[in-house]
């Protein structure tokens, strides 16, 4: 069974940094691009970042684009994402999700439980 | 630009039968999208992908109750012989050159 595992959410000042953990099981891990996405407060689904399955190419969402990291570690099955400069609007649970691609179009066919970051001071 | 349109919320019986519906932008009826059901406290689960013909695919495990369909530039998830597990938000996703989500729908089952 396909499971991913998000650790590392918490509370933190704006201006401050936190990292975000997801253990991935039960699928080839190194064959996958992986993403995380968040859910703010009363708001829906936002993409943030993507990873190929190398680990070589990454993208971002505009919003968190020159403070966000995406990485990966293919021997651990693990992706991380390292949050900098941090905003009260990062405010949300974050997901980790397992991208799978038919033809042209992708989408998430795993997701994780979640992490919430609370950006605050 | 590319927009997922979904009601905020919409409600029916349990043992019943209810038809979500997320509706693509004008210019883009073409294009294939995804269900997701979020539970109350739970991460996301994948449904199933559309097609614009109406075909679609369901991911591993969801219940037979689960289908799709489309007309134009809507796409429906309908669930039959509603559970009170089934009351949860609903979220329709595309790819249009980056991920897009509608706003969600929530379900409740009366």
């Known amino acids: 069974e396909m499971q991913l595992v998000e650790s590392g959410g918490g509370w933190v000042q704006p201006g401050g940094s936190l990292r975000l953990s997801c253990a991935a099981s039960g699928f080839t891990f190194s064959t996958y691009a992986m993403s995380w996405a968040r859910q703010a407060p009363g708001e829906g689904l936002e993409w943030v970042s993507a990873?190929?399955?190398?680990?070589?190419?990454?993208y971002y969402a505009d919003s968190v684009k020159g403070r966000f990291t995406v990485s990966r570690d293919n021997a651990k099955n693990m992706v991380s994402l390292q949050m900098n400069s941090l905003r009260a609007e990062d405010t949300a649970v974050y997901y980790c999700a397992k991208e799978v691609w038919f033809g042209d179009f992708g989408c998430f066919d795993c997701w994780g439980q979640g992490a919430l970051v609370t950006v605050s001071s | 630009q590319l927009v997922l349109t979904q009601s905020p919320s919409a409600s029916a019986s349990l043992g019943a039968s209810v038809r979500l519906t997320c509706t693509l932008t004008?210019?883009?009826?073409?294009?294939?999208i995804a269900w997701l059901q979020r539970q109350p406290e739970k991460g996301p689960r994948y449904l199933m992908k559309?097609?614009?013909?109406?075909?679609?695919t369901k991911g591993d495990g969801i219940p037979d109750r689960f289908s799709g369909s489309s007309s134009g530039a809507e796409r429906y998830l309908t669930i039959s012989s509603l559970h009170s597990e089934d009351e949860a938000d609903y979220y329709c996703?595309?790819?249009?050159?980056?991920?897009?989500f509608g706003g969600g729908t929530r379900l409740t089952v009366l």
């Open positions: 559309i097609n614009s013909d109406g075909s679609y």
């Open positions: 996703q595309t790819w249009g050159g980056s991920w897009l």
């Open positions: 004008s210019g883009h009826s073409t294009y294939t």
């Open positions: 990873i190929n399955e190398r680990g070589d190419t990454t």
